[in-house]
């Protein structure tokens, strides 16, 4: 009899010993869990490439971010890939530009169902942007323009009707960028406000800058002759900057498709058309091919600048000031003028 009560108490004993393991075992693991879930980053979706740099220069490492267009793409015809469709259906905030700018990406967006914020930066930020008659082929990576200037520009169609879009290109006149900034920042205020000191002294940083950098715009731009302050690019992307940093006129070349060779009545008439400009440099995008753009350049006898304008994204500038910075000083230069470099950097970039 007292060998089996000691047997039961010594069974007893190991049922709690191992229940009481259990307990602590799932208890611990739930205290591992909840550390995870409080690290655990919160995940952000940036579309182009100037909106990314300016999210992760203000945000840091306090999100998971996901950038979708690579520099070196051209928005207008960039398409996402099926892992870049996943992250945004999980993505708990959505950054992207508005305006047509990336078509493909807004068709998307509107038929997530995703419950995340989706905040077109461009268009909340630019209420009032330039119109014009701004074409892009989906189809073409070299995508044609049709002529504007920096007074919006206007054409017909057959109905008499102005056909009109907003220009996208918002980001090339400081102004728009630092109500970018402002747009950003409230945005991710509210996502994470743990990080809100963080946040705030960010965005104020490069708030600063860009408002330094717009000042040196101004007084770079100032060092080209007047009446030599005439900008001809392949396309009209550089609306935003002409009219906000003192170019006196601007012209593109119409009907200039880079994806084929130009006949020669077209090459005559786009030198005609440059030679009447009385510039000595005419400018190319980056995203577009100059072999095109250089046999016109050598009928007008006029230069094509060797540095080629950043002009839908970064380019392959590190970030959005160098972008802007070398837009700057190859136009400046081009153009008669002397470009002093822009030398204010802020500690995260």
Request: negative net charge.
């Amino acid at each position: 009899m007292l060998a089996n009560y000691k047997f039961k108490n010594i069974f007893s004993l190991a049922i709690l010993g191992i229940a009481s393991s259990l307990v602590g075992c799932s208890l611990n693991e739930h205290h591992h869990n909840n550390i995870a879930q409080a690290q655990e980053k919160p995940k952000v979706l940036a579309s182009h490439n100037v909106i990314c740099d300016l999210v992760e220069t203000i945000a840091q490492d306090t999100i998971d971010l996901t950038c979708l267009i690579d520099p070196s793409q051209d928005p207008h015809t960039y398409r996402p890939t099926p892992s870049q469709r996943q992250a945004m259906e999980f993505a708990q905030v959505i950054f992207y530009g508005g305006y047509q700018l990336e078509p493909q990406i807004t068709n998307l967006l509107e038929a997530t169902k995703t419950p995340a914020p989706k905040i077109a930066v461009y268009e909340q930020a630019v209420t009032e942007p330039i119109m014009t008659q701004h074409e892009h082929s989906e189809t073409d990576a070299d995508h044609d323009h049709s002529e504007t200037d920096a007074d919006h520009a206007h054409s017909e169609t057959k109905s008499g009707k102005q056909n009109l879009s907003p220009d996208p290109h918002v980001w090339h006149n400081l102004e728009n960028t630092v109500a970018m900034v402002e747009l950003i920042e409230t945005t991710l205020l509210q996502l994470n406000p743990s990080s809100a000191d963080i946040y705030l002294k960010n965005s104020t940083a490069l708030t600063d800058q860009l408002w330094q950098l717009d000042g040196w715009i101004k007084d770079q731009i100032a060092t080209i002759p007047q009446g030599k302050r005439i900008l001809v690019t392949t396309h009209d992307s550089l609306n935003y900057y002409v009219q906000a940093y003192g170019i006196e006129d601007y012209q593109t070349l119409q009907g200039l498709s880079l994806a084929s060779s130009p006949t020669a009545s077209q090459v005559r008439e786009l030198a005609t058309t440059i030679k009447q400009t009385g510039v000595p440099t005419i400018f190319v995008e980056s995203t577009a091919n100059d072999r095109v753009i250089r046999n016109v350049a050598d009928a007008a006898n006029v230069q094509l600048s060797p540095q080629k304008l950043f002009v839908d994204g970064l380019g392959e500038a590190d970030n959005f000031t160098d972008m802007m910075s070398h837009n700057t000083c190859a136009i400046v230069d081009g153009l008669g003028g002397q470009c002093q470099p822009f030398t204010n950097k802020i500690n995260n970039q």
